[in-house]
């Protein structure tokens, strides 16, 4: 079991970056993909990118490639989410998670909920106009 817990967001203006942070616990957490993932008010969760166990393996939405760069570093059971160039249509909970389910045995794969069993509590991200 793994316990996920979110920070860095906050309140920016557009243009303007963050970092997320995922961190982790658990000795095994080295085993799990790991997912961000979030919900505007009013809108279902949505998938944003998300890196294999390795780090080998690294998928965005399209709403993020080019702006968003997930990493993660396993000696210090966190994961990253640097967001670039922020816009207002990003203002959302973000949430971390994590699993261990073969994603090719998921329909969607990483990229939707199905492929994660441990969620963090979430971490607002705001960003003005």
């Known amino acids: 079991q793994v316990q996920l817990v979110e920070s860095g967001g906050g309140l920016v203006q557009a243009g303007g970056s963050l970092r997320l942070s995922c961190a982790a616990s658990?000795?095994?957490?080295?085993?799990?993909?790991v997912g961000w993932l979030r919900q505007a008010p009013g809108k279902e969760r949505e998938f944003v990118a998300a890196?294999?166990?390795?780090?080998?393996?690294?998928y965005y939405a399209d709403s993020a490639k080019g702006r968003f760069t997930i990493s993660r570093d396993n000696a210090k059971n966190t994961v990253y989410l640097q967001m670039n160039s922020l816009k207002p249509e990003d203002t959302a909970v973000y949430y971390c998670?994590?699993?261990?389910?073969?994603?090719?045995?998921?329909?969607?794969?990483?990229?939707?909920?199905?492929?994660?069993?441990?969620w963090g509590q979430g971490t607002q991200v705001t960003v003005s106009s």
């Open positions: 890196i294999t166990a390795s780090g080998s393996g690294i």
């Open positions: 998670a994590a699993g261990q389910r073969p994603a090719n045995l998921i329909e969607g794969g990483y990229y939707t909920t199905r492929a994660y069993e441990y």
């Open positions: 658990g000795r095994t957490f080295s085993s799990y993909h």
